[in-house]
């Protein structure tokens, strides 16, 4: 409670700071628009319903993205953590893979796919999918033996122990995974749909950048965000503190 | 089932260090007998344990079911780890069902079963309680309960009073010698607990320090049921004691 009025404080002090800064005209014109017409761009953007269009479009391409990234990852990742041959063969080569900034992808995934939704959702994918590779593979990794030793004991083979066993007990990591996965994810759809130009809030930000219009491109910055900031603060977060204290790793 | 090892050996090596810790074990389990082991720490007593759970692998010897040798683990050996390794992901209930939502058995089924067994461990209020929300003791008490619920031939309990109080500790010996004797299950039992061995065990088997071997085998024909106390078990414990404290 003491700390939601701090960070009130904080966040009125700094538009406070900013309104003084473009009120005191030390910068040139142009460059730092006014809190207020900011604002003023986001109620605009908002009513007149691109905004939500941006949104909906990049949020659709980013589930899409995340929804191959976090089904092939579980599974390269399971495959590497139960087989030492997947795991010093295609292992080494996720490793490489994940060094490439999801924004490397863009060019190919023009190439490959022209610029179309399968481009950018093939680059946000591509972008996550590593993140939840090795994340997975850690979590089973770590797994406890005699919980997979119990398991078999108890008649669980084949994908009863990856589904009771194998997946549930890998679960704290696994979802630190599509956290990582969630972030590249997001960064990787508003970056592609930058350089594709084509629709969703990487396209509103570059239409904006093009008619220099600095306040609606800061206005979509805030709003990438406070997407960012409730998708992680709030969604990842409730699941996880429900997983850890679930998993008694947290009390 | 009838379990006769010969010779079993096993040894860890970990880099160059390598530890001998059973060095060939022999000893038959008649079939509905209740064998205690009782032995110094280290000496390999949840190694033989695990290796009649087909968990592990013995490096020589021979071990036969009912005069067969298996290969791998399965439900009709069930082990009791020292540890536990109850699932933390699922509630006391869903533990103890685990194995019978592995065989198939449809939910009604299941649930009857662990209501019967978490009741005689005492557990039902606790039914849905996550397993860090348990004692040391409670959790044992849930192992029990789902290595029971299996319903298997061979029992292979791994210290599972260690962590109980007195009161449970009793109760416990009372039920699981009644288990035992209305079911003809075979149960290998290991326990540090010299009092406990006397009041479960048809005998009690006495493994020696690594390598370990059986030094003594302790045959134990008082009338059941037995309880935690009874001064008639004073020469079975003494027996067994001078077992484990003769010869190094
Ligand atoms: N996986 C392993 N790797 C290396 N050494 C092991 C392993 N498991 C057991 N040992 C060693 O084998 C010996 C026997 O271990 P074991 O757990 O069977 O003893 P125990 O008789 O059950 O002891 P306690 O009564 O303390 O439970 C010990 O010296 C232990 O260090
Ligand atoms: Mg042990």
New binding site residues.
Partial sequence: MRYALYRAAFYGGLVALWHVIHASGVLPPGVLPSPYEVAEDLAFGATEGGLFYGIATSMWRLLAGLGIAVGGGVALGVLMARSEAVNQTAGSLVLGLQSIPSIAWVPLAILWYGLTDAGIIFVVAVGAVFAVTINTYTGVRNIDPHHIEAARNMGAGGAQLLFSVLLPAAFPHMITGFKQGWAFAWRGVIGAELLFAFLGLGHLLYAARSLTDVSYVMAIMLVIMAIGLVVDGVVFRRAEDAVMSRWGLRR | MKIEARGIRKG?R?GSHS?E?LGGIDLGVEAGEFLCIV??????????LRIAAGLDAADGGSLLFDGRPVSGTGPERIMVF?EGALFPWMDVQDNVEFGLRMAGLPRAERAEISARYLDMMQLSRFSRYYTYQLSTGMKQRVAIARALAMDPDVLLM??PFAALDEGTRNLLLGEVQQIWARTAKTVIF?T?NVEEAAVLGTRIAV?GS?PSEVRAVVENGLPRPRAAGDPGLGPVKAEISAALGGAP
């Fill in positions: 860890f970990s530890l810790a032995g110094p720490s280290g000496c390999g007593k949840s190694t033989f020292q791994d210290e290991v540090h493994f690594r």
